[in-house]
């Protein structure tokens, strides 16, 4: 009976281990004027050496993120894009012990020369948000090998299509729409939406 109740015990407390979640926060702010707080950023989260996005967050207007649902005791990667900014990268692992992680301030320095920037291609941001610019990029959001570009839309955070296949971010209708930087088809969005492969497009556009 001892044994029985030692077992239990300890397939309990190993079973409340693994379901244990945690959460990485912080704050991005400019690295010259301290007051200046980051929003619409990116956090790209990848697990210790994966390619793969995890999961991902924006900053909010404060420059606050929080990246909840991590595994205990899993390294993960994180990679901070900001429009104009250099990009920074942060490493964390989550104890038992520690199951939030406020990593406070991380300030970041404006780029001073865009053509020396080397970007790795396992680490390009899910969404840029570059003013009134909306930038998804593709291979992050995954569609059936038949899916056009309207299923792959479909998949990206706060965009809709309404019922006459026009495109909504957030609420708001989309007056462009560009794939790999051009307009196609003068214009005319369902075109390009309806025809398209998604398997083909690197990057969207939404203005």
């Known amino acids: 009976m001892k044994k029985t109740i030692l077992l239990f015990v300890l397939f309990f ?18 690295s010259v004027n301290k007051k200046i707080t980051l929003n619409f950023a990116t956090i790209s989260v990848f697990k210790g050496s994966d390619t793969v996005l995890h999961t991902y967050k924006l900053s909010d ?3 606050v993120f929080k990246i909840n649902n991590l595994e205990i005791g899993t390294k993960y990667r994180l990679v901070i894009n900001a429009w104009m900014y250099n990009i920074e990268r942060r490493e964390v692992t989550l104890q038992a012990t520690q199951t939030n992680i406020n990593l406070g301030n991380i300030y970041m320095a404006e780029k001073t020369n865009t053509l020396n920037e080397v970007v790795i291609q396992s680490e ?6 570059r003013k009134d ?3 998804f990029n593709a291979e992050s959001f995954k569609t059936l090998p038949s899916a056009v570009v309207e299923d792959l839309l479909k998949k990206l ?16 209708s989309v007056s462009k729409i560009l794939v ?7 214009g005319d969005q369902q075109i390009a939406t309806k025809n398209l492969p998604a398997n083909i497009i690197d990057k969207v556009q939404l203005t």
Not at 13 to 30: C, E, I, M, R
Not at 157 to 172: E, R, T
């Open 180 to 186: 790999d930087g051009k307009e196609f088809f003068g």
């Open 13 to 30: 407390t190993y079973q409340n281990l693994f379901a244990q979640k945690g959460s990485v926060t912080g704050t991005l702010l400019d």
């Open 124 to 129: 390009r941001p899910p969404i840029i948000v």
């Open 61 to 63: 207007d404060k420059g």
């Open 133 to 135: 610019t909306i930038e």
């Open 157 to 172: 955070p706060g965009v809709s299509i309404d019922g006459d296949g026009g495109i909504m971010v957030n609420g708001k």
